[in-house]
């Protein structure tokens, strides 16, 4: 059972900045495409941002110019620049196509005004 886990989430003002981390496995990173989710309560789990085993990397337009996606050897990362309100939510990683593994804990954001 692959487990993925999150990290790096906490309280900050708006404007400022968060990095987010989710180590997987070399092996997952260099076979399969990656995305950083978001889900906040009452609402769907949404697509903030991809990267490929190679290729572009593709952001959800609310956060285009904002937030930053990369990876390691084994670990994917969301640098978090200029944070708004609207940025709360738990943050996931998980594979960008299904099958998904096992969703994690996810990694708690809250952006204050």
């Known amino acids: 059972q692959v487990q993925l886990a999150e990290s790096g989430g906490g309280l900050v003002q708006a404007g400022g900045s968060l990095r987010l981390s989710c180590v997987a496995s070399?092996?997952?990173?260099?076979?399969?495409?990656m995305g950083w989710y978001r889900q906040t309560p009452g609402t769907e789990r949404e697509l903030v941002a991809t990267?490929?085993?190679?290729?572009y990397r593709n952001y959800k337009e609310s956060v285009k110019g904002r937030f930053t996606i990369s990876k390691d050897i084994n670990t994917v990362y969301l640098q978090m620049n200029d944070l708004k309100p609207e940025d709360t939510a738990v943050y996931y990683c998980?594979?960008?196509?299904?099958?998904?593994?096992?969703w994690g804990q996810g990694t708690q954001v809250i952006v204050s005004a």
């Open positions: 998980n594979t960008r196509y299904y099958p998904y593994f096992n």
């Open positions: 070399a092996e997952i990173l260099s076979n399969r495409e």
């Open positions: 990267i490929p085993v190679r290729g």
